[in-house]
């Protein structure tokens, strides 16, 4: 099954308006449940600015709201999941500032990232601050939902940790490395870990684990988050390439930084052989001896060998498996909102601003 890559311009299609509503609603519940795990009886200098800051941003939602879908689609109630979209948007946070300073990035959400603001040592103490305050939020579910449900929402979670640490140290470990002979089944193993597992995978498992009382399976969901996760992975990278001041972030960072994209495994694959070896030389500089005029060039050669249209044909193949696989995971249950809202990420993926 293949999907058709929509175009980037406004939509009428009423699932639009349903995901564009979802992620409001439970976009501002979950900073309400955020607000209160950072607030504090004391203030602590140096900290308190800097773990607020990210969150603060805004952000689109997207993984809360998956949270938060899935504990409604599967029977629950939103007010038993909301600490959990809490927890998933706190970590998100915290691991977003540890990635801008592994990756030297200077924008995140159009402002200077936290490190750029304030130095890396102070940014690193508040990504760790943010990341354990997550665990608040998972330890009141003993309470609220009791320890059996609470200890598996717990398991899920330590395994979507792995997990994420192992894909980013793959993609760190490759540019540290500077590894020249990956495939394409390499990037989608970095993505199912990096992206997919955190971003969509464990949302969807915690909020179906909360939704069904535990009865249904958090394995159901993994294979519609991977390739939901592979086609917005693929759509990230393909926006850091083109100039827009919605997305955010730097243009071309993922050049300067030499991410190993699924554009850039392409035109290594099928340039000529001097191009090829300029662009090995490329890779083994470090990013502060990379030029503006040597990424402009990989840029070009991206265009002029295809990789773009050829990443964007593989995104809509990821679109369309994911469709497939919502049918799989979803397709029995019962209309409702959430279930459109969950069908509708899909072509989301490419239209979010």
Not at 82 to 97: K, M, P
Not at 210 to 232: D, H, K, Y
Not at 333 to 345: C, I, N, T
Request: proline share 5%; hydrophobic share 45%.
């Amino acid at each position: 099954m293949t999907f058709a890559r929509p175009a980037h311009q406004g939509s009428t299609d009423p699932q639009d308006a349903t995901v564009g509503a979802v992620l409001s609603e439970y976009g501002a519940a979950t900073r309400q449940a955020v607000r209160h795990y950072l607030a504090s009886d004391r203030q602590a200098p140096f900290l308190d600015d800097l773990i607020a800051d990210y969150p603060g941003r805004g952000g689109k939602m997207m993984r809360p709201s998956i949270c938060l879908a899935n504990a409604r689609v599967f029977g629950g109630r939103m007010e038993d999941a909301v600490q959990s979209a809490a927890a998933v948007e706190l970590l998100h946070n915290g691991l977003l500032i540890h990635d801008d300073i592994q990756d030297d990035s200077e924008l995140r959400r159009g402002r200077p990232t936290l490190h750029m603001l304030h130095g890396v040592p102070l940014a690193i103490n508040a990504g760790d601050a943010m990341m354990l305050t997550a665990l608040r939020p998972l330890i009141d579910n003993l309470r609220h939902l009791g320890p059996d449900l609470a200890m598996r929402i717990l398991e899920v979670t330590q395994a979507m940790a792995r997990e994420t640490a192992e894909g980013q140290a793959l993609e760190l470990g490759w540019r540290d490395t500077n590894r020249v002979d990956l495939t394409e089944a390499d990037y989608f193993t970095m993505v199912l870990k990096k992206t997919a597992w955190m971003g969509m995978i464990w949302p969807a498992q915690v909020g179906l684990l909360i939704g069904s009382r535990g009865a249904a399976a958090p394995e159901s969901v993994v294979r519609f988050g991977f390739f939901l996760g592979a086609a917005f992975q693929i759509e990230d990278d393909l926006r850091n390439l083109a100039p827009d001041d919605r997305y955010g972030k730097e243009l071309n960072g993922d050049l300067f930084e030499a991410k190993r994209t699924l554009m850039l495994l392409h035109a290594r694959r099928v340039c000529s052989d001097p191009d090829r070896v300029r662009l090995d030389a490329f890779l083994t500089l470090r990013r502060q001896e990379r030029t503006e005029e040597d990424v402009l060039w990989l840029a070009e050669l991206m265009a002029c060998q295809g990789s773009i249209d050829y990443a964007r044909t593989v995104a809509g193949a990821m679109a369309g498996a994911a469709q497939h696989e919502f049918e799989i995971a979803y397709g029995a249950l019962p209309p409702s909102r959430d279930k459109s809202f969950l069908a509708g990420l899909i072509p989301w993926v490419f239209e979010r601003a």
